[in-house]
């Protein structure tokens, strides 16, 4: 029997979203404009199907999207390490999480370093506990590990 995770991403417009999600896939992340629609990508690590959603983050809240936080295992919340608006705007999304996902999805605050950081580890991390989520980061501009990362989404669903 084969696992399927459906992992959302949300977060503000560039915040990190597109260029995590290119770099999953092993794409190289040179367009750096804004997405458009709920783009869905699906792929496979160590035998469990992925399908990552992606909240475009210039989209005002959409029955769209709607849809998918209530069918998201795993909700993801990203935000620029180089913004201090991007880590803000976080509150907004927890506010649309709460009212429209399920109670017991878990959800994850995910730091995406893509230049200058200007937000410490200790702030993030600080909301994070603050809200009740798991905190990690991801450097852009360091090799990534898709497989290892993908396997640690599955263990915020299976934990």
Known sequence: MTDFCKVFFLG??????????????????????????????RLEANGVHFELLENPGNDGFSSNTRLFYRAAQLIVLVFSLSSQDSLEGIKRWLGEIRQFARPDVPLVLLGCGQGERLIAYEEA?????????????????????????LLWFYRQIHS
């Not at 991390?125 to 990362?149: C, H, P």
């Open 12 to 41: 503000d417009s560039r915040s990190g979203k597109t260029a995590l999600i290119s770099k999953l896939v092993g794409r190289p992340y040179t367009d750096y404009r804004m997405s458009v629609g709920l783009p869905k990508t």
């Open 125 to 149: 991390s600080a909301q994070a506990q603050r809200e009740g989520l798991v905190y990690t980061e991801v450097q852009l501009a360091e090799s990534l590990d898709s497989e290892q990362v």
